[in-house]
């Protein structure tokens, strides 16, 4: 009654039931796992605070990566932002914790997978960036993250959630789409909205590949959890705004399918191509053989 593998599905039961998307989510979960509201509800409260704790240890200035490749980005960018910024407080702050978990991630930090590690960054970035300035309670922040999942549900139906894949459109992409559709719903959109949002930022991501510098997920993968932060406020500020993406969500969930499925196997996690093969890359590979 309440399960789901594409959009339109899902917004079928919303309509249909008159729910809202994340009530929507939680009840394909208790009907797919004879689970209890109150026990799932519990299990996204401990997510958020495992996002919440990545982003605090994020941010401190000393931190290094294993691979030494980032760690104090996040601290200098919110250093910065404190003394403004070209691109608004928002976005900059949303960016700097994205970048706060993909370090922390890289130090071997307890990160929530959001899809992936490699992706870990942009929805607790704008969720913790819109509680600051927002003031979002913790329910609200909770329900938002359904709306995430929901999201991510969808892709990983229909299509794939793994850079060796799909490329980095997969994670990066589908990261980006889950915290746009994340966003709308906080910023009071409706399903159809969060869906239009969705599609925004995966369609602007799509073709990204993978190409992890030495195989180590931290150059570039923890800036295009940055860019990706922005990419997701920016589709999710637009659905509010009345702008349709066109292409509905399921449509573009399957062109990134098929696009990842025409990828060269070098350009997906294999670090045989793209930044991967630049000399600077190469150079720095080989003091770590």
């Known amino acids: 009654m309440f399960q789901f593998s594409r959009a339109d599905e899902l917004l079928e039961i919303c309509a249909k039931q008159n729910l809202e998307l994340p009530d929507a989510v939680i009840l394909s979960e208790q009907e797919e796992w004879g689970r209890s509201r109150d026990e799932i509800w519990y299990e996204m409260e401990a997510r958020l605070k495992i996002m919440e704790n990545s982003v605090e240890k994020g941010l401190e200035p000393d931190l290094k990566s294993i691979g030494g490749l980032i760690g104090g980005n996040a601290a200098k960018l919110k250093s910065y932002i404190q003394y403004g910024s070209l691109g608004g407080k928002i976005i900059n702050q949303a960016v700097a914790y994205a970048l706060a978990v993909t370090e922390y991630n890289a130090c071997m930090g307890k990160i929530v997978a959001a899809p992936t590690a490699g992706s870990s960054g942009i929805l607790p970035g704008i969720l ?85 510098v030495a195989g180590l997920v931290e150059v570039p993968c923890s800036k295009r959890n940055a860019t990706s932060t922005a990419n997701a406020i920016i589709c999710a500020d637009m659905a509010l705004a009345g702008i349709d993406s066109f292409i509905p969500f399921d449509e573009v969930v399957d062109a990134m399918f098929r696009i990842g499925n025409m990828m060269s196997s070098d350009l997906k996690e294999t670090a045989r191509g793209g930044c991967a093969l630049t000399p600077t890359a190469l150079a720095f590979t080989q003091t770590i053989r």
């Open 128 to 212: 913790m960036a819109l509680k600051d300035e927002k003031n979002y309670s913790r329910e609200q922040l909770i329900n938002a993250m359904f709306v995430a999942a929901g999201i991510g549900k969808v892709i990983a139906s229909s299509a794939t959630l793994s850079g060796a894949a799909g490329g980095c459109q997969a994670e990066c992409g589908a990261g980006s789409a889950m915290a746009s559709a994340s966003a709308a719903y906080l910023g009071g959109g409706n399903p159809g909205v969060c869906m239009e949002a969705a599609a925004m930022a995966l369609k602007g991501l799509l073709g990204l590949v993978c190409d992890p």
